[in-house]
């Protein structure tokens, strides 16, 4: 009978939503806010359910590193920033494996103020002061150096406290382009200058999505309907209702303001954080190995790996994404 229902699901006699749903644990990098935001509306519009999925987010934040509980096998998947973490997991033999890339771009932002003489990206590395966090100066940064011309004389700690740059309109600061922008207009009473790093170089995918190697090999097809139920849910966020989506981060994350998740949205749009590139052709998710490749390629030259630390074959599968999904559904929302 299990072999009946089985094939009746696949063919399509029963929808998977009549079936036993499988329990899914999903893990984020940081509290709920909109760059989360279409996992949430998976969950809450049905999207995961009628792919047969029960998923559980957990949250995130400055003092919760949920890294290890994927190789743990404590969680299913994991939302990550960007391929830097999956290069360092196979560098190290760490059995994850990259299966979607959300963001086309990533966020990381260098943010000025207006009217300094910073509205170029090549003026930014005149700048007497930087705001940088420590985890950032030893990685981007480095690329930023090497690539661009900054200098370490300028490293100031950033602590995730807009006081300093506020005070100092020569300082620098980086940021999520699609938050920090947000909050340095709310305390600052101005709109900084933002300046993307995937705009000039830094061409990293963000937000990928990441599983056990082991998943991959035994599960594949519970892999397909999370990436594809996830699309889906980011479709209906971006382009569709997303009240009841925000209800729930706002729920989860009471610090931030239903204002400040809508600013992120249209800054996520207006950047083509999501759509933009690859995934207007082959869907949100979307990526090319090329890219990856070319990505690390810069990393060796700024000094983060060397030549052959990373077996690249085993950083991500395009064998889930660059299918299209959800691009009927985007243009029907009118989406891009």
Same mark, same amino acid.
């Given at each position: 009978?299990?072999?009946?229902?089985?094939?009746?699901?696949?063919?399509?006699?029963?929808?998977?939503?009549?079936?036993?749903?499988?329990?899914?644990?999903?893990? &984020? /990098?940081?509290?709920?806010?909109? #760059?989360?935001?279409?996992?949430?509306?998976?969950?809450v519009?049905?999207?995961?359910?009628?792919?047969?999925?029960?998923?559980?987010?957990?949250?995130?934040?400055?003092?919760?590193?949920?890294?290890?509980?994927?190789?743990a096998?404590?969680i299913?998947?994991?939302?990550?920033?960007?391929?830097?973490?999956?290069f360092?997991?196979?560098? /190290?033999?760490?059995? &994850?494996?990259?299966?979607?890339a959300?963001? %086309?771009?990533?966020?990381?932002?260098l943010i000025a103020?207006?009217?300094?003489?910073?509205?170029?990206?090549?003026?930014?590395?005149?700048?007497?002061?930087?705001?940088i966090?420590?985890?950032?100066q030893?990685?981007?940064?480095?690329?930023?150096?090497? $690539?661009?011309?900054?200098?370490?004389?300028?490293?100031?700690?950033?602590?995730?406290?807009?006081?300093?740059?506020?005070?100092?309109?020569?300082?620098?600061?980086?940021?999520?382009s699609?938050?920090?922008?947000?909050?340095?207009?709310? %305390?600052?009473?101005?709109?900084?200058?933002?300046?993307?790093?995937?705009?000039?170089?830094f061409?990293?995918?963000? $937000?990928?999505?990441?599983?056990?190697?082991?998943?991959?090999?035994?599960?594949?097809?519970?892999?397909?309907?999370?990436?594809?139920?996830?699309?889906?849910?980011?479709?209906?966020?971006?382009?569709?209702?997303?009240?009841?989506a925000?209800?729930?981060?706002?729920r989860?994350?009471?610090?931030m303001?239903?204002?400040?998740?809508?600013?992120?949205? #249209?800054?996520?749009?207006? %950047?083509?954080?999501?759509?933009?590139?690859?995934?207007?052709?082959?869907?949100?998710?979307?990526?090319?190995?090329?890219?990856?490749?070319?990505?690390?390629?810069?990393?060796?030259?700024?000094?983060?790996?060397?030549?052959?630390?990373?077996?690249?074959?085993?950083?991500?599968?395009?064998?889930?994404?660059?299918?299209?999904?959800?691009?009927?559904?985007?243009?029907?929302?009118?989406?891009?």
């Amino acid at each position: 009978m299990r072999v009946l229902a089985y094939l009746s699901c696949l063919l399509g006699l029963i929808p998977l939503s009549a079936q036993a749903a499988d329990s899914v644990t999903f893990a &984020t /990098n940081w509290k709920a806010q909109a #760059a989360h935001g279409g996992f949430y509306q998976a969950v809450v519009d049905g999207t995961y359910a009628r792919y047969g999925l029960d998923v559980r987010i957990i949250q995130g934040g400055p003092s919760v590193n949920n890294r290890p509980l994927l190789p743990a096998g404590r969680i299913d998947f994991l939302m990550t920033g960007n391929l830097l973490h999956s290069f360092d997991n196979i560098r /190290n033999g760490v059995p &994850t494996v990259v299966v979607a890339a959300i963001f %086309q771009k990533d966020p990381q932002a260098l943010i000025a103020h207006p009217g300094q003489g910073y509205q170029t990206f090549e003026s930014l590395r005149t700048a007497p002061v930087v705001f940088i966090a420590k985890d950032a100066q030893f990685t981007w940064w480095q690329w930023l150096k090497v $690539t661009h011309g900054f200098r370490d004389e300028s490293l100031r700690p950033y602590n995730y406290n807009l006081a300093p740059f506020l005070a100092n309109p020569k300082a620098l600061q980086q940021g999520y382009s699609v938050a920090e922008p947000i909050y340095v207009q709310n %305390q600052g009473k101005f709109k900084p200058v933002v300046h993307l790093l995937a705009d000039h170089g830094f061409s990293t995918y963000s $937000t990928v999505i990441e599983t056990r190697a082991d998943t991959v090999q035994k599960r594949p097809q519970l892999v397909q309907r999370f990436v594809d139920a996830s699309i889906e849910g980011w479709v209906n966020y971006l382009y569709g209702d997303r009240k009841a989506a925000n209800a729930v981060m706002l729920r989860d994350n009471p610090e931030m303001s239903l204002a400040e998740i809508e600013a992120s949205v #249209a800054l996520m749009k207006a %950047q083509g954080i999501v759509d933009s590139g690859e995934s207007l052709l082959d869907g949100i998710g979307a990526m090319r190995s090329a890219r990856i490749a070319d990505f690390y390629q810069q990393m060796v030259k700024a000094g983060l790996y060397k030549p052959g630390d990373v077996d690249l074959t085993k950083v991500a599968t395009l064998q889930f994404v660059n299918r299209k999904v959800g691009n009927d559904l985007r243009k029907r929302l009118g989406g891009p």
